[in-house]
């Protein structure tokens, strides 16, 4: 029972929402499932100023049990969702000093957005479960229509996490005009089938409890706690990894806690679940909770690769994704999926996928908010775009980039910190990805401004389409590799041109420690080749050691044409040396250009 | 909705056990957590026929849904739970011409067991709610008052899948001398928190719906029809995968199957969830569901190491566990939490992770028990230890196994089919065990009947203890490890000497090529050596390419004594040719005994 256990209901108990404001809009708003909400009213809360040029707003959208109260709005305020990523001053990745941020209660939600325990003023009773059907667009709507009423314009950017990155994704889709950035978090194209069946059953849990009386249970003594809790109980399950789950709940796994009131002494068996469950039924409202998980439900970007294409095609926004590794409801691999067909896209998009035990619920605790903050603030940022500090480049990037004509597309593969991409973005090349795997080096490079994709090599290239970059880096990522032929292939694919930059294992100072002393050859005296050279044999972490004239043979029996071919010695010069002697002797790195054309 | 998911519920409903028969236990029944049961009957089903020697017993354990009809007895009757791996005829598993197979309905079940639906003797009517709390021991020693009712003493084998493996476990620990092996499959020492809270979730479900009645819903006109459906679907999410619920459910997410009845509709979406629900209903009575799940989330093998070696240290039998690579309920890592035990405790035992996208349910589907089938036919399989065919050695192997003296214990890592080991049992050693990460290599070192288990050597050793083993015999495997250091520590952790035999990357062919080519080595004639210089430098599967010198440079490093060297000139004889004029160049294959010890 730590602290750090912060889903958004464990911090609202007890108070009202003292910034709440609320705004009516006009008219009636039509629904695309049919039906319409007359004289709906939005409740939401800001921070910070909208500055005069009107680009600073920010809309945060928040999750299934979430509100508006994204963050505190000072020392005596009650803790919102969001406090550790939303607040004044640069230490916060949303800093309200900077921009104009403001979150609105979700249509359908409890907490002063029109749901089904507002009163239809066509019949004079609360909705109940004669509440429409709604759906994320709906929801979206909404917040337009609001953010209209308001005066905003452009956002700097739509944020959520679950089911607020379904709203960001859709805000991105259904108003590219007015979306410049949509970060979206620990969400997916549309929920599992898995997801899928556990909202069913706590649906059906809600439905079936005798108090629910059809949904009409407002003005009814007894109210469908019960069924509630049960939803409640089920979600906090998925909302937490196996390991997570062990470490808030082998403490009382034999030995249950103090069972404090009657309502836990019925769910006698894993208090704290009991707990959560009543928490929330004190603070939320079971058609809420019906009728927004069925809008997940109902949430549905594409199935397939095809469907996805086209509903992302809309878009036009740069977007950050991130996804949580031990999150089993909201999976790595769904994120991949709309990063995937964002990269085919040409969309700006960086993805990083964070490691942690924590589970789906890992997109509101501190710790991981640490570490995704700085790519939020980084994508936020639309200074760095121009102005990141120029990266310290290697003799081998000097001669990439001399290869690299002006205007040139380029993708990256295995793009470290971004020295190469930001140096072409400085030289004004506009189209540039990077592909890379460390987590540390995908937010050095985000903080200068590029996208970067969080990628395993080993997979080939999924992402990308035929030719759908004039050139393909890849620098010493090659020993790295484990499936050389696929790989090989698909950059060939995806690029017009790869660049193949790697470090020549028969170079004579391996091969003569090789052959005068029979040892597995090693040499640390040559930084510029990176420090392919410099590992033992039960240490290194390359798993291939191809000569020059392997890669070359390599590239010939393939069918692939080598264009150009620069060898160097590093050494230790800025720009190297380069060899015409025997290069697979002398030579301790090369530089192919190839292509499957000749 | 294919015919392939068949978790037990889907095959039985309509008609009646045809083949149930009845055993009354004498006397009174005390319960492991108080209060006792007086007249307990137990409903068993058998197949085959007991042996004059009384020797050929195998008794099957059902998991929570399940009951005693675990396969057909003819072709007229219903189908069973497990009919692909029990019947008549050597193309079953566990045959019912050669073992006399017996199936008990659980302790509190409602299929022959006494259980709540059960008349209490003492009040005259169901027992309900008043249904005391069990346990699996409390389930184990009704099976042996039954056994021991029908004059069955020794058990060939006790098997069980999910809550049948709990029992086999509990049988092995608890009744030693009646167990000659157990296996469990798809089980764990204790569930995790993460089932546990499912199951806490589906126990209030039940619970709290309102045609309960405190568990004396028996006499009344409704039923918890609801609590045990929403139990149930619950269930369902957690026996499939991501993968596997995605193959089922995805066809009907937008456009719900055709509802056939009221049930249905109350639960209108997810059909098939809803479906399983009901036909789980008609055939399930809720309080069994409870008293059952109940028994499951107190069983309890131990947390720690520490208490599973002390749980399983009465254990005698030998033991087969198999587990499934996608089952999120029963993770393989708990599996091997088991079997890290009964290793380090010397029992004999074999495991094996099936891959599988098919989660829990794997255990009963046909797929996958072809695949742990012959694991299950080896381990019943007595005569194996004997008869088994013995193997074709290699020049490698034969020297290996000149180096180990009589009697000695060995652990073989990376063991393959069994070549060595299998030599070794023929000659007399009993303490033997491999450790093997392909599948269908240990299917093969089963079927000689020897024990392998199922690991990653990446990992270390965490199963077995300091000085386990006189020998550790690792032969061309080093050249595929990553984590070199670790791996050879432990192996002298283990094994009082090591013996490592490896191929020599210096070897003066490989060298030749490299110096004078300068082309990543390789060489094809060599077949001794196993096939390590046959690869290309891109699709080599060796991460590691040492030389003798390098291997021995980095015992002296790390203050390894080398007792013994045999350098070999494997060639393609039966032996190999010894080398003593400078084996680093002239040796394909190095044999190295060494230990800590000098």
Same mark, same amino acid.
Do not use: N, Q
């Given at each position: 029972m730590t602290d750090s256990f912060s889903s958004s209901d464990d911090i609202?108990?007890?108070?009202? =929402?003292?910034h709440l404001q609320l705004v009516e809009l006009p008219g009636v708003m039509a629904l695309e499932r049919g039906g319409e909400l007359p004289g709906v009213v939005v409740g939401y809360e800001t921070y910070g100023e909208l500055n005069e040029a009107r680009d600073n707003a920010v809309l945060i959208c928040h999750a299934i049990s979430g509100d508006s109260h994204v963050a505190r709005h000072d020392g005596d305020d009650l803790p919102g969702w969001w406090d550790e990523l939303v607040g004044?001053?640069?230490?916060?990745?949303?800093d309200t000093e900077r921009y104009f941020v403001i979150c609105t209660n979700v249509l359908g939600g409890c907490s002063g957005t029109t749901g089904p325990r507002t009163v239809n003023p066509q019949t004079g009773r609360r909705y109940g479960a004669e509440f429409p059907v709604i759906t994320i667009g709906d929801m979206v709507e909404t917040q337009r229509r609001a953010l209209d009423e308001l005066g905003i314009?452009? =956002?700097r950017a739509v944020v959520g996490g679950s089911l607020g990155g379904h709203q960001a994704l859709t805000w991105a889709t259904r108003h590219p005009d007015r979306v410049e950035n949509c970060i979206a978090i620990a969400t997916s194209p549309r929920l599992t089938s898995q997801a899928l069946g556990f909202d069913v059953v706590a649906r059906n849990a809600i439905q079936t409890d005798p108090h629910f009386a059809g949904g009409q249970y407002y003005d009814e003594p007894e109210q469908p706690a019960t069924g509630l809790a049960i939803a409640r109980m089920l979600g906090h399950i998925t909302y937490l990894s196996t390991e997570a789950m062990d470490a808030k709940f082998d403490p009382d796994r034999h030995s249950p806690r103090d069972i404090a009131t009657a309502f836990e002494k019925k769910f006698s068996v894993g208090a704290y679940l009991a707990h959560q469950g009543q928490k929330f039924v004190e603070r939320f409202d079971a058609n809420s909770y019906v009728t927004i998980s069925l809008a997940m439900d109902l949430f549905d970007l594409g199935r397939t690769r095809r469907e996805l294409l086209s509903t992302l095609r809309s878009s036009r926004c740069r977007f950050l994704v991130v996804s949580f590794s031990?999150?089993? =409801?909201?999976t790595p691999a769904q994120s991949r999926e709309i990063v995937n067909a964002l990269a085919a896209l040409d969309r700006s998009v960086t993805y990083c996928e964070i490691t942690t035990t924590a589970g789906h619920d890992a997109f509101l605790l501190v710790d991981e908010i640490g570490q995704f903050g700085p790519l939020v603030a980084a994508r936020l940022d639309a200074a760095l775009e121009t102005n990141a500090a120029p990266a310290e480049l290697r003799a081998n990037d000097r001669r990439i980039l001399d290869l690299i004509e002006p205007g040139k597309s380029v993708l990256d593969l295995g793009c470290g910190s971004g020295r190469v991409l930001s140096e072409l973005r400085r030289r004004g090349h506009d189209k540039l990805m990077g592909v890379e795997v460390a987590q540390e080096k995908i937010i050095i490079a985000a903080s200068r401004g590029l996208d970067v994709i969080d990628y395993d090599l080993n997979h080939g290239l999924p992402a990308f389409d035929d030719h759908q970059f004039d050139l393909v880096v890849m620098s010493a990522t090659l020993q790295a590799i484990e499936h050389v032929e696929t790989l090989l292939d698909e950059t060939l694919r995806v690029g017009r041109q790869v660049i193949l930059s790697f470090p020549n294992f028969a170079h004579q100072e391996l091969r003569e420690m090789f052959v005068r002393e029979g040892r597995s050859p090693k040499a640390s005296n040559r930084s510029s080749c990176g420090?392919?050279?410099?590992?033992?044999w039960y240490n290194t972490p390359n798993r291939r050691f191809p000569s020059i004239a392997d890669v070359e043979d390599f590239c010939r029996a393939k069918g692939v044409t080598i264009h150009r071919a620069i060898y160097l010695d590093t050494g230790d010069t800025e720009y190297g040396r380069e060899i015409t002697d025997d290069p697979n002797l002398n030579a301790d790195t090369a530089i192919l250009v190839i292509s499957r054309e000749s």
């Open positions: 609202r108990s007890g108070g009202e =929402l003292a004044p001053g640069d230490k916060f990745a949303i314009g452009k =956002l031990s999150d089993w =409801l909201f420090s392919s050279y410099g590992y033992e």
